[in-house]
């Protein structure tokens, strides 16, 4: 009989075990699934560039959030797309602001937490297709319960409309001012702003950490069980 400690491990590890023998099908299937899982939740996508409402948001010269892409898993911001309907003006050139905010005990109050300029040499005039922004590796980190907000400065254009994501805007682009500080933000009627964003959190276990955590207990399963053939 084998002690506790492999039958342990090899529940753990789905692993079958006869006679002191370790089928490596069972393992290599289970390290497949592991890696599988954990890429797929790494990246969490917010937000919607659905344009089918086929109507302007008009914000140009506004900074606007939608609230209920509310960030749930801490990270940095990996890129963020926007569907215009208006078109920016490259040669202007466009002032694409990305802030991350917080909400207070207020309904109408957030504090700006960090601001971002999108280089205005990768905004294009394309409409009608999101365009998508990446942004440098831990250039924006955030922890749950946050809003990423875009300011539509001078020659940035105009997002389209999609409903149900519940704005909230205030009428400046540059908040520079306001990072660390509390102000009112209005909120619109319902609708929001055609942008979503990738965050890619710290706090899921990646690929490469998952494939090797199940190798590590795989190599100690394997040196066990060929101890406990020994066993009576």
């Given amino acids: 009989m084998f002690s506790p400690d492999i039958l342990y491990l090899s529940a753990i590890l789905g692993v079958t075990t006869v006679y002191g023998e370790t089928s490596m099908t069972s393992t290599t299937q289970f390290t497949t699934m592991a890696s599988s899982s954990t890429a797929a939740a790494t990246d969490i996508v917010y937000g919607s560039t659905d344009n089918s409402s086929q109507v302007d948001d008009n914000d140009a010269g506004y ?3 939608n609230l209920l892409d509310k ?3 801490a990270g940095y911001i990996k890129n963020v797309s ?3 309907h208006t078109a920016p003006t490259p040669n202007t050139p466009p002032l ?3 802030y991350i905010l ?3 005990a207020s309904t109408t109050m957030f504090t700006v937490n960090q601001q971002y300029i999108i280089p205005s040499k990768s905004v294009t005039n394309q409409t009608g297709v999101p365009q998508t922004f990446q942004i440098p590796m831990y250039q924006i980190n955030v922890t749950a319960n946050q809003f990423l907000a875009v300011g539509f400065g001078a020659g940035a254009g105009s997002p389209y409309r999609v409903s149900n994501r519940m704005e909230y805007y205030v009428s400046a682009t540059n908040l520079s001012s306001l990072v ?3 102000s009112q933000w209005a909120p619109a009627a319902g609708y929001g702003i055609a942008v979503s964003f990738i965050v890619t959190s710290s706090q899921i276990m990646t690929t490469a950490t998952g494939a090797g955590f199940v190798s590590m207990l795989y190599s100690l399963n394997t040196r066990i069980l060929n101890k406990g053939r020994n066993h009576p």
Avoid: D, E, Q
């Fill in 102 to 104: 917080s909400a207070t």
């Fill in 96 to 98: 694409l602001y990305v």
């Fill in 82 to 84: 926007i569907n215009f």
């Fill in 180 to 182: 660390n500080n509390t």
């Fill in 71 to 73: 960030i749930t898993y």
């Fill in 63 to 65: 900074t606007s959030f």
